[in-house]
């Protein structure tokens, strides 16, 4: 059995798609999670083995429109190591 770990990312609005995509090319990202900088959760979604881009475009279009209302954000990351 893996296990998992947290990691945490402070990044703009304008940075957010970039960072999120390059989270998922990673490949051993289970879960992401974003933060607005109170740190309510705005968005929480799984990444399973297999996911592929038609699939996650509707996510990515979604992350992108929130880009631009958001200032800062928390990007927290279910990895396993």
Do not use: H, Q, W
């Amino acid at each position: 059995m893996s296990k998992r770990f947290y990691e945490s990312f402070k990044v703009d609005g304008e940075n957010l798609l970039k960072k999120v995509k390059e989270l998922i090319r990673e490949g051993n990202v289970r879960r992401i999670i974003i933060k607005d900088k109170n740190d309510k959760e705005l968005i929480v979604f799984p990444l399973t083995v297999g996911v592929v881009g038609v699939v996650l475009a509707p996510v990515l279009a979604a992350i992108g429109a929130m880009a631009a209302l958001v200032g800062e954000c928390t990007i927290t990351v279910e990895r396993e190591g």
